[in-house]
C-alpha cells in the first residue's frame, strides 16, 4: 500500500461536521513506521487540528521523530497544501528536500519539496538553550 492510500483511508474517518472539507495524511518515519492523521474540526473553529499534524503527532508517540515521506489528500479541485501552521510542523521533522505529496480524491497529484513549501523556515536550533 502506498502513503496516498493510507492518507485515503485514513480521510473517510475525518471529523468535519462544520466544513465537510476532509483530509486525510499519511507519513513514513525514518525507522518505516507509517503514521495517519485527519483532521478533527470542533464548535471552536480554530481550535481543530490538521491531517498533517495528527500525522506527526502519531510518529512522536511511535517513538519516532523524522519523517522521510508525507503523502496528503483533500476533496478538492486541485492539490492542496498544508496550512502554515503544518508547513513549519513538517520542516521541523523533515529534511528540506523530502517530497510532500498533495493529491485530490480526483486523482490528481502534486509533489514539492518541504522547502518549496516553506522556504526560510524557522529553525529550532535558535531556540536551544546556550
Known sequence: MTLLEDAARARINAYAPYSGFKVGAALRGEAGGVHVGVN???AAYPEGTCAEAGAIAAMIAAGETRI???AVIADSPEPVAPCGGCRQKIAEFAAPD???TM????GRTA???VADLLPGAFSSAAMEPR
Open 103 to 106: 493529491a485530490t480524491t480526483s
Open 68 to 70: 522521510k515521506e508525507l
Open 40 to 42: 478533527v474540526e470542533n
Open 98 to 100: 523530502m517530497r510532500v
Open 111 to 113: 509533489t514539492v519539496t
